[in-house]
Each structure stands twice: as C-alpha cells, then as structure tokens.
C-alpha cells in the first residue's frame, strides 16, 4: 500500500468517524426531546453530551457504544441529570434521576 492509498484511508475513516458521531448525537438529542416532553419536563440548554465512548464486540461485529448525557428540570429551576445509551445508532437504555425517583428504561431486542 503506497502512502496515498493509506492517507487516503486514514482520511475516509475519520470522515465516516465523524459522520456517525454527528448522527449519533442528532439521534440522541431528538430521543431527550422526546423523553422530557413524555415525563413533563423541561430538557436544558436543549443539548446533549458524550459521556462515554467505546468499542463493543457483538455476533454481528464491532459497534460503537455511546453514553450521552443531558440535563432537564421537573420545576424551571432545579437541574436533574439522565443519561442516554447506543450502540451504533440503536436505543440501548435511557437513565433519568427524576426527582420523583429514578427511572431506568432498557430498551429489549437490541
């Protein structure tokens, strides 16, 4: 492999690196919104942050699993926390510390 090919490899990996990221994090957004509108709660600064990365190895090969993080309040004033999971671009379980109590929604068939 001459260095061309391989930096044009290395290029494409982190275009398509970058690309799954940005869907990743467009997807987890869109999941929060939903999330806060169904528990009646308010999601802040409308954003979304990656907590965790990593690689995961499944039957069907290796998947990225990403843990995002958000803020929402119950009241417009006090800040709770929940946490999103994926792996690829699929729900994997969503963690809300609502101050009613904490919730834990495991998505099956994953």
Request: hydrophobic share 45%; charged share 25%.
């Amino acid at each position: 492999m001459n260095e061309g090919t391989l930096f044009l490899a290395t290029l494409g990996a982190i275009a398509w690196f970058w690309h799954t990221g940005r869907t990743a994090h467009e997807r987890v957004l869109e999941i929060g919104r939903v999330v806060c509108r169904d528990l009646d709660v308010q999601l802040l600064d409308d954003t979304v942050a990656l907590h965790r990365f990593a690689l995961r190895w499944r039957r069907h090969g290796i998947v990225a699993r990403r843990i995002y993080g958000f803020e929402f309040s119950a009241d417009g004033s006090a800040r709770s926390s929940g946490e999103i999971a994926l792996e690829g671009l699929k729900l994997d379980w969503v963690q809300i510390e609502h101050p009613d109590g904490s919730y834990f929604i495991d998505i099956p068939g994953r």
